[in-house]
């Protein structure tokens, strides 16, 4: 089940600029992790966040993380054409199942 | 990273026939895989998680029934959509976890493009 939204749906940007996608969640977290996804293709994992991390970085990828307000934002730097892709928050509550529930996703077009 | 497979790629199969999915970690062995639907432009949702050498676990809504899950050794699972409907044309996609300490990280395979006429 899709425990929260990501905003914008859709973002176009020219290459270069920075590119920034927010996700809020519902229920406490033991992390919060970041997946792009291809058109048609499977996910691949960016970056975890843990739940006493307020910000992470990786590359051009900055994560920020609220728990107070249960958002987390994604940032990549100096966008690229092949940084087209959707996007996909996902959180790993407590619990046993560990189970990942993601967001609504955002696809992001960087323009050459 | 880990590697995950999934087979095959895409199916094209007629109404009312079974489709089998199989998903495989190549590099590690996976106590816990789980199997998503994805339609187009919308997010995965999860169908069921599959426990190795026990029953899987189904998401409210879906039939147990119809999706069949086996997941009999710590590098296989296997989805069987029986009795396909053109309904339940979508892309399904596997992960497989791995749980180091408190993370939970997931490796997704390459996804199934199932296509029912």
């Known amino acids: 089940s899709q425990q929260g939204e990501e905003d914008p749906q859709a973002l176009s940007i020219q290459e270069g600029e920075n590119a920034t996608m927010n996700c809020s969640y519902k229920?406490?977290?033991?992390?919060l992790q970041w997946y792009r996804q291809n058109s048609g293709r499977g996910l691949v994992h960016l970056i975890l966040?843990?739940?006493?991390?307020r910000e992470k970085h990786s590359g051009r990828l900055r994560v920020t993380l609220d728990t107070s307000k249960k958002s987390s934002s994604l940032l990549i730097t100096a966008s690229r054409a092949a940084d087209t892709a959707s996007y996909f928050c996902?959180?790993?509550?407590?619990?046993?199942?560990?189970?990942?529930?993601f967001g609504s996703g955002t696809q992001l077009t960087v323009l050459p | 990273g880990a590697v995950v497979s999934q087979h095959p790629s895409w199916v094209i199969c007629k109404s009312g026939t079974s489709v089998k999915i199989e998903c495989r970690s190549l590099?590690?062995?996976?106590?816990?895989m789980f199997w998503y639907r994805q339609f187009p432009k919308q997010s995965l949702m999860l169908m069921a998680t599959?426990?190795?050498?026990?029953?899987?676990?189904?998401e409210q809504g879906v039939e147990k029934d119809k999706f069949l899950i086996n997941h009999a050794s710590l590098t296989l699972s296997t989805l069987t959509v029986t009795s396909a409907h053109p309904e339940d044309s979508s892309f399904y996609i596997c992960?497989?976890?791995?749980?180091?300490?408190?993370?939970?990280?997931?490796?997704f395979g390459p996804g199934t493009r199932l296509t029912v006429l």
């Open positions: 992960s497989a976890r791995v749980l180091a300490g408190s993370y939970n990280e997931q490796f």
């Open positions: 229920t406490s977290i033991n992390n």
């Open positions: 966040i843990r739940s006493n991390e």
């Open positions: 996902a959180t790993d509550a407590y619990g046993s199942a560990r189970q990942l529930t």
């Open positions: 590099d590690f062995q996976a106590t816990t």
């Open positions: 599959s426990n190795e050498g026990s029953k899987a676990t189904y």
